[in-house]
């Protein structure tokens, strides 16, 4: 049976109210699209970054240091299955969103089209990426007002720590070898901004208020991107590895030191400083058309599907 939905007026009231959202029973039509869209984007980057963390984790320095990554891998694919259990909840073909979409219609970050080759690159990620990940997550946690996302993220939050430090351990681990540093070093230098770039457009651009309106969020993306950095840019710090951001002590916000936004050229995991700053539309093009690792990463996970049987 299919429930009606509620009209805007009714479920901006609830909202106020302090009620949660538990079904398609209590949502309008706009509700229901703002939370399908956040909530892909959301299953996309969790599911993503299994093949993402399985090809580095094969540079693992130990098998000990593999089961861990391979454990971080298995914890992706539960909070997958988490969000795209709950969109279909909400109307939407899960089979078809996972092993049919044609891959540049997969929405997650940017960063994850970009391989991550070695150990140091995939520990970095962990502080990096899982650290951004934990930001928008915990935000959603604490602020959403879609009553089962909201129960299924406890688990989430908790999950989240552990991956983020997992990487940031390793890097107290290695940073202290000035050779190992620079393997570091040299993951954060392209890591780094692809992981402020995460964050989205910034607000004085940002095109869809839903998030914010209707509780999906409670921080907006500068917000969420200062919460992060206010994490990495001390980490990074005391760990001895350059990131181009500092506190600004009259503001007590983080300033980039770089031009941003900036062009990356993926191939060769380096951002084009020297040619300036560019403009959002530019930036928007390049997360659209994905990046090199977009098919092999899809694919991998389409296989099984599409493979014939006997």
Partial sequence: MVLPMNTEAVTLLRIKSGKLVEGLEHMSPMYLEGIKRILTVSADTELISAPAYFRAAQDAPSLNAFGTAISIVQDELAHAHIAYRLLEDLGVDKDWLIYQRSAREWKYPYAFDVPLDTWHELVVANAFYDQAGYELLSDVYHSTTFGPWKRALAKVDKEETFHLRHGQQWIRRLAPDPVEREKLQRAADWMFMLTVEWFGLPDRE????????????????????????????????????????????????????????????????????????????EVLERWKARGPMNAEYVGTLQRGWSAPTA
């Fill in 206 to 281: 940002k095109r869809h208020s839903e998030q914010l309106d209707y509780g999906f969020k409670g921080r907006t993306n500068d917000g969420l991107r200062q919460a992060w950095m206010a994490k990495v840019v001390p980490f990074c710090d005391e760990m001895g590895l350059r990131v181009p951001a500092h506190l600004d002590a009259e503001t007590s916000q983080y300033v980039i030191d770089v031009p941003f936004p900036a062009r990356f050229d993926a191939s060769e995991k380096r951002w084009l400083f020297e040619e300036g700053q560019i403009g959002w539309d």
